[in-house]
């Protein structure tokens, strides 16, 4: 993408004109969330401001235009994921949600004491501690696929990890500390040869690379909306038919239902069956809008652009003395974790706050991953198409004036 594309899609994100400390924000934490564009702030008052109802049921006018508008934005999540059926498509909080509806409701159907999970040492608390809940509940094993020094799944450790007793694999398409983006199709491949089923989180993929659910053969894929450009609050579980037809509901309530009795209640059909209570259905149509937007610009171009970044920015940080970058793998998105000599991650980030470069520093929610690494946690930078090379030159020079004061 051109500079002047890059600076028309700048203009469309508002926030990017705030001052922090009076310096221009340099946003770099895309990793922890999306800055949104016009278009969906637009939606989210467009929603309030002329179609909004509680819906499904609603005889009325206004409740069957935001029903309407609700579905649609989830035959547009359908069609963006690439799955057949609006059936799979599950309204959620977000990954976390959406993972722990998997952990719960599978769990209940098809896992037993003496079972065993497959996870990986590089995945987001939100895909660790679900499956240990699980686990803590039904006595079963959590079982971990190591990483080579370069961030790089095991894939030999992993095969021999599964056996009769493995019920799932849960792993994470792209690292959001290691930027690593994961072989997946082939993890999937390698449990479907044992009919093991697998879960995918999205979380950090779905902003930066072409997703297609059916190529990938997932059984389950998770993802969050406000990290691709839409509101806090709507996420996605996509999951196979016969999966979510075989597993129970996760939450009861309203919607969820066809029939309640003291004696009895009977659920819903999919996917509602997964949707108690009043749905986002603000954030649903909003998360559409972002895919739009996103759509529009294009994935490929989006992953192109953000590719020259990130090896921009690798480039640049390895012109420093004692630069460590965390995470090499070949096939990167958009992350670049790094340390610096023995300097606190947490001392870099508060500085280069200072002058108005937010970076994530500290685990990043994956614990784990920090200690099997020995590591206090890193800086992290993470991209979006809105970042510029010149930001990344403003970076660097804050970085090496920082590790100046802090040296
Ligand atoms: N998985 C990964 C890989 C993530 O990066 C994140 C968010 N940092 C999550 C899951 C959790 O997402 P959310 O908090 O939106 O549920």
């Not at 709507?234 to 969820?256: C, D, R, S, T």
Request: aromatic share 8%; proline share 4%; charged share 25%.
């Amino acid at each position: 993408m051109d500079k002047s594309t890059i600076e028309k899609i700048r203009s469309e994100f508002p926030i990017l004109n705030e001052k922090i400390y009076n310096k221009s924000l340099i946003y770099f934490d895309n990793g922890a969330t999306t800055q949104k564009p016009q278009c969906v702030l637009d939606r989210i008052n467009y929603g309030y401001e002329h179609l909004n109802a509680n819906i499904h049921r609603g005889v009325h006018f206004l409740s069957q235009l935001a029903t309407e508008a609700h579905e649609n934005a989830r035959k547009a999540v359908c069609d963006f994921l690439g799955a057949t059926k609006r059936e799979e498509i599950v309204f959620t909080r977000g990954t976390t949600e959406a993972i722990n509806l998997v952990a719960f409701s599978f769990g209940e159907a098809f896992c037993n004491e003496g079972d065993e999970v497959v996870i990986s040492v590089m995945e987001h608390h939100s895909n660790i501690v679900p499956w240990q809940m699980l686990c803590e509940r039904k006595k079963m094993k959590l079982r971990v696929i190591p990483m080579n020094e370069k961030g790089v799944l095991d894939l030999d450790a992993y095969k021999k990890l599964l056996n009769e007793r493995t019920r799932i694999v849960s792993v994470t398409h792209v690292s959001n500390v290691l930027g690593t983006v994961n072989p997946v199709k082939e993890i999937i491949e390698i449990a479907h040869a044992q009919n093991i089923p697998v879960l995918i989180d999205g979380a950090q993929a779905v902003p930066h690379i072409q997703v297609n659910v059916k190529e990938l053969d997932a059984d389950f894929y998770a993802f969050s909306g406000h990290k691709i450009y839409a509101p806090t609050g709507i996420g996605v579980l996509y999951g196979k038919e016969k999966w979510l037809n075989a597993i129970p509901p996760y939450q009861g309530g309203g919607e969820m239902i066809a029939t309640v009795t003291f004696e009895k209640t009977t659920y819903n059909e999919l996917p509602f069956k997964f949707e108690a209570g009043t749905p986002d259905y603000i954030g649903s149509t909003a998360l559409a809008e972002a895919l739009r937007y996103v759509q529009e610009i294009g994935i490929e171009n989006i992953a192109a652009y953000e590719h020259e970044l990130t090896e921009y920015v690798t480039k640049r940080l390895l012109e420093i003395e004692n630069m460590r970058i965390i995470g090499q793998a070949e096939d990167k998105s958009a992350v670049v974790s790094f340390l610096v000599g023995n300097i606190h991650p947490y001392d870099v980030g508060m500085l280069l706050d200072r002058l108005g470069i937010a970076v994530r520093t500290g685990h990043h929610c994956a614990q784990p991953l920090s200690d099997s690494l020995e590591i206090p946690g890193t800086v992290r930078t993470s991209f979006s198409f809105y970042n510029t090379k010149d930001e990344i030159d403003v970076f660097i020079e804050a970085l090496k004036r920082v590790i100046g004061m802090l040296s």
